[in-house]
């Protein structure tokens, strides 16, 4: 029963690498976005946007293919940096409410709330609460997947997609589980689903038709796995494999900027937020790095690194001003600012004052 007392969320960004293009470039905005190679030299399709998808281009596609099923479609090139740094502002927002993260891929992470730094005993709350953060903070949407193991809460997480929140409590998990397509099990391609059909088994409940000792035989661990998740059986804890490099933010403007003051205050807001992340982790760097991207997309970076501890805002804010003072403007307009705290250490006092959660509170809603 231990399993079912957990709180587990699974954040799922929708269609990551195209929107964040679609974010960066209000050109892109309401059109088929395929991130990728070129279709004229045997490229493969990375991700794509909602809009992209409605004509049947997936990931993994042939850019080629793509390019037949959609010729509207604008081809991008992937800025793996930009978005691992995006990827990266999603994941301090994550270590607010707890440290026990998963990350398994740069858009995608189970988070573990039983116990959170919120002190919040709705895992729904806090799944509605990141969303919102991230949508306000990062400018994209995600999925929400929220249950008492991994196998529900990525399930769930998937289930609405886009912009979804879906919460499998356990009263639930049969009724829900019984009608799931059998390619939605973890574990289930197209090889294991193709024979699983021809054994009449298509959905969650059909499972059931077969003892575990059956499937083992037919599956081996994959039988095992299919037995227990049919009964929203998995017992896998959420694992905090991800060491933390960096904590930053940064911002893409609604309009350019040209003025040193307007780029002050904007960077003053940046560093209030990297404060309190910084703070909530009992964390500090030695290494700053100031990000500015002009009208014309060109990247500028410059970075200093410093023997003290740069945690709180005053400090941070004076090394930016003299980091600014080397980015050459010739004239230009600024689209994008941000700023990275890297070098991390753990400071040596300890900020885990909240509450233990007794039996009943983890009973109580998700």
Same mark, same amino acid.
């Given at each position: 029963?231990?399993?079912?007392? &957990?709180?587990?969320?699974?954040?799922?960004?929708?269609?990551?690498?195209?929107?964040?293009?679609? &974010?960066?470039?209000?050109?892109?905005?309401?059109?088929?976005?395929?991130?990728?190679?070129?279709? *004229?030299?045997?490229?493969?399709?990375?991700?794509?946007?909602? +809009?992209?998808?409605?004509?049947?281009?997936?990931?993994?596609?042939?850019?080629?293919?793509?390019?037949?099923?959609?010729?509207?479609?604008?081809?991008?090139?992937?800025?793996?940096?930009?978005?691992?740094?995006?990827?990266?502002?999603?994941?301090?927002?994550?270590?607010?409410?707890?440290?026990?993260? +998963?990350? !398994? *891929?740069?858009?995608?992470?189970?988070?573990?709330?039983? /116990?959170?730094?919120?002190?919040?005993?709705?895992?729904?709350?806090?799944?509605? /609460?990141?969303?919102?953060?991230?949508?306000?903070?990062?400018?994209?949407?995600?999925?929400?997947?929220?249950?008492?193991?991994?196998?529900?809460?990525?399930?769930?997480?998937?289930?609405?997609?886009?912009?979804?929140?879906?919460?499998? +409590?356990?009263?639930?998990?049969?009724?829900?589980?019984?009608? !799931?397509?059998? +390619?939605?099990?973890?574990?289930?391609?197209?090889?294991?689903?193709? &024979?699983?059909?021809?054994?009449?088994?298509?959905?969650?409940?059909?499972?059931?038709?077969?003892?575990?000792?059956?499937?083992?035989?037919?599956?081996?661990?994959?039988?095992?796995? !299919?037995?227990?998740? *049919?009964?929203?059986?998995?017992?896998?804890?959420?694992?905090?494999?991800?060491?933390?490099?960096?904590?930053?933010? /940064?911002?893409?403007?609604? /309009?350019?900027?040209?003025?040193?003051?307007?780029?002050?205050?904007?960077?003053?807001?940046?560093?209030?937020?990297?404060?309190?992340?910084?703070?909530?982790?009992?964390?500090?760097?030695?290494?700053?790095?100031?990000?500015?991207?002009?009208?014309?997309?060109?990247?500028?970076?410059?970075?200093?690194?410093?023997?003290?501890?740069?945690?709180?805002?005053?400090?941070?804010?004076?090394?930016?001003?003299?980091?600014?003072?080397?980015?050459?403007?010739?004239?230009?307009?600024?689209?994008?600012?941000?700023?990275?705290?890297?070098?991390?250490?753990?400071?040596?006092? *300890?900020?885990?004052?909240?509450?233990?959660?007794?039996?009943?509170?983890?009973?109580?809603?998700?």
């Amino acid at each position: 029963m231990l399993d079912k007392l &957990r709180k587990i969320i699974h954040i799922d960004m929708d269609a990551f690498y195209a929107s964040v293009e679609q &974010r960066d470039n209000k050109c892109f905005r309401g059109k088929p976005v395929i991130v990728g190679g070129d279709p *004229s030299k045997r490229g493969v399709v990375a991700t794509c946007s909602y +809009e992209a998808r409605k004509y049947g281009v997936h990931s993994a596609m042939a850019s080629m293919t793509a390019y037949k099923l959609c010729p509207n479609a604008i081809f991008v090139t992937p800025r793996m940096e930009v978005y691992k740094s995006v990827s990266n502002e999603i994941m301090d927002i994550f270590h607010d409410y707890s440290d026990i993260i +998963e990350p !398994l *891929s740069l858009d995608e992470a189970f988070i573990d709330v039983t /116990e959170n730094k919120v002190n919040n005993l709705s895992a729904t709350i806090i799944a509605k /609460e990141i969303k919102k953060r991230i949508y306000n903070e990062v400018g994209i949407t995600a999925s929400a997947g929220v249950s008492y193991n991994k196998f529900l809460a990525k399930i769930a997480s998937d289930y609405k997609k886009p912009n979804g929140l879906t919460v499998i +409590e356990p009263k639930n998990v049969g009724a829900f589980l019984d009608k !799931l397509g059998i +390619e939605k099990f973890f574990g289930v391609g197209k090889v294991t689903k193709n &024979r699983l059909n021809n054994m009449g088994i298509f959905k969650g409940e059909d499972i059931k038709n077969f003892t575990e000792s059956e499937l083992i035989t037919l599956f081996k661990d994959k039988g095992k796995l !299919l037995y227990d998740f *049919s009964r929203g059986i998995d017992n896998r804890s959420v694992n905090p494999s991800r060491k933390r490099k960096s904590i930053g933010n /940064e911002t893409t403007l609604r /309009e350019d900027i040209e003025y040193i003051d307007e780029m002050i205050n904007i960077l003053d807001q940046l560093a209030d937020k990297i404060e309190k992340r910084l703070k909530q982790s009992n964390i500090s760097g030695k290494t700053i790095t100031l990000k500015v991207k002009f009208s014309d997309f060109q990247n500028l970076t410059r970075r200093i690194t410093v023997n003290g501890k740069i945690k709180d805002k005053n400090n941070i804010m004076l090394y930016v001003g003299e980091l600014l003072k080397e980015i050459p403007m010739d004239n230009k307009k600024v689209r994008l600012l941000g700023i990275t705290i890297s070098n991390l250490d753990k400071d040596n006092f *300890s900020n885990n004052e909240h509450s233990q959660l007794n039996f009943k509170n983890i009973l109580d809603e998700f």
